[in-house]
């Protein structure tokens, strides 16, 4: 359906300026993250290095690196769709040349840090972040937002939800979520682009954002079916849905090669051999995504309470369903409708999937890609609500946003056996209590701080360890405060000689 309402009191400074300066504070503000790695993210690192520095998809140099690691014919392989490990070649292999950086170890113990890590990340996910909020700013100013409004729904999902942790490691949820957003935004407006060139690039994102994390199957199956409905109400015609489909042929042939040079077959994958037989033990060749039926019980602890529940760890996603119904009131039915059922599907999965919690993480890991497509729902508050719903929403995010720099200041991963991660560990970490006797490297995580002043950060005491962030917090102040003083302002007028 077109655009009913768009881009109220914009100017053409704002359109570029507020995704643009909203992308850059937040890829600034990963930036100053060096988180450790763990079994997840380095299964995924490790296939980026193999490819760059060894020209090869095998494993098996780098097996001691991680236990998410599948078995074929004794050989090994990532246990990951290949998605994120592919995408991360590139920062990775910039990183390399421009700074020198040696291949990564091979045959040795299990690193925690290793250099190239920090740029293949924030090259990869952390970039894939900044671009989605810049996608979530145009969204906003569609369904009616004015230039601040929309450049606070960026601002709150990269540094108010999960999502700020996510882009400072490397899983593969933010890239997926960036790229099905985007897939969104095109199908939403099908003529930003030439109807031809959007819909192809709608086809292979929406591919793409499968071939990253296999969960987001449905949500890749949602926009195949708004593209069908963009063709049958006659905003694109026939042949966009034909480009649609030949965009999304690349990402899919790409998987599927890659399935076959692994495991033979095209619809095999790495979860069917998981070599850890805790793994093992959920998946398996003939259920390899592990999913049961859906477990109501966890509905919610996944929604409520400081453990996983969704509404403690981003505060501003419960104004989601008055913004839901406030875009259909306002016309926007096909946004409204494929933002809710994206955020309904990931959350069937996750109650579906017997490793719910999401291991070691920050807040309900496996519901991180609902998080863009809810704030799609923040934005129909806003721009419906007017101030009072912006004010409503902005000290929504100053919480959220509190919370998650007090996560991801320890290192961003919590362990699941801990009922209250928030008071058990994160506070007694910030506040320099004694280091609990499981816990593993540094009270805090690593920073631009401690690496880039280690005499000035030595001398802190545990309990000072923390002003580290001081200069994080003060820097994305003024960087908010500058953009949001341009924004919206009237260009002054032409005197008339």
Not at 89 to 104: E, F, Q, R, S
Not at 177 to 185: E, G, K, Q
């Amino acid at each position: 359906m077109p655009d009913r309402i768009g881009f109220p009191g914009w100017s053409g400074r704002d359109r570029l300026l507020a995704p643009a300066g909203v992308a850059a504070i937040l890829l600034a503000s990963f930036a100053f993250f060096w988180h450790s790695r763990d079994w997840n993210s380095a299964s995924r690192l490790m296939l980026t290095y193999a490819i760059v520095d060894q020209g090869t998809i095998r494993l098996d140099a780098y097996r001691a690196q991680t236990n998410d690691i599948a078995q074929v014919d004794g050989r090994y392989y990532t246990d990951k769709q290949p998605g994120y490990s592919l995408a991360s070649v590139v920062p990775y292999a910039i990183a390399k040349a421009a700074l020198g950086l040696p291949d990564h170890p091979i045959g040795g113990p299990a690193l925690r840090y290793w250099p190239g890590d920090y740029w293949a990340t924030l090259g990869t996910a952390g970039l894939a972040t900044a671009i989605g909020a810049a996608v979530l700013v145009v969204l906003a100013g569609r369904v009616g937002c004015r230039p601040r409004g929309a450049a606070l729904i960026g601002l709150a999902y990269g540094l108010a939800t999960p999502a700020y942790a996510y882009a400072t490691m490397s899983y593969g949820h933010q890239l997926a979520s960036a790229c099905l957003l985007a897939s969104l935004a095109l199908l939403d407006r099908p003529g930003a682009l030439r109807p031809g060139i959007g819909m192809a690039a709608a086809g292979f994102l929406a591919a793409f954002g499968s071939v990253v994390e296999l969960s987001a199957g449905p949500i890749s199956a949602l926009l195949g079916l708004l593209a069908v409905a963009r063709v049958i109400s006659r905003d694109v015609p026939v042949r966009g849905l034909l480009a649609f489909s030949a965009g999304a042929a690349g990402p899919t042939a790409l998987l599927m090669g890659y399935n076959v040079l692994v495991f033979g077959s095209p619809i095999d994958i790495g979860y069917a051999h998981h070599a850890t037989q805790q793994f093992a033990e959920v998946h398996s060749a003939e259920n390899p995504l592990g999913l049961r039926g859906p477990d109501w019980g966890k509905v919610l602890p996944l929604l409520w309470g400081s453990y996983r529940g969704l509404f403690f760890y981003a505060p501003i996603l419960m104004l989601a369903p008055v913004g839901w119904a406030a875009l259909l009131a306002r016309g926007r039915v096909g946004l409204a409708i494929v933002s809710l059922l994206a955020s309904v599907s990931v959350f069937l999965v996750n109650v579906s999937y017997p490793e719910w919690t999401g291991g070691w993480s920050t807040g309900p890991r496996l519901l991180v890609p609902l998080i863009p497509f809810a704030m799609v729902g923040v934005a129909g508050v806003v721009a419906s609500g007017g101030k009072p719903a912006a004010i409503v929403s902005g000290l929504l995010a100053l919480a959220g946003g509190g919370l998650i720099l007090l996560f991801q200041g320890v290192g961003a991963r919590l362990p699941q056996d801990v009922a209250d991660p928030l008071r058990e560990v994160v506070l007694p970490l910030w506040t320099g209590s004694r280091l609990p006797p499981w816990w593993i490297g540094e009270r805090f995580t690593r920073t631009i701080v401690s690496e880039g002043v280690p005499g000035w950060f030595g001398r802190l005491g545990p309990g000072e360890q923390w002003l580290q962030f001081l200069p994080l917090v003060a820097g994305q102040l003024a960087a908010i405060l500058a953009l949001m003083a341009v924004l919206g302002r009237r260009p002054a007028p032409t005197p008339i000689d």
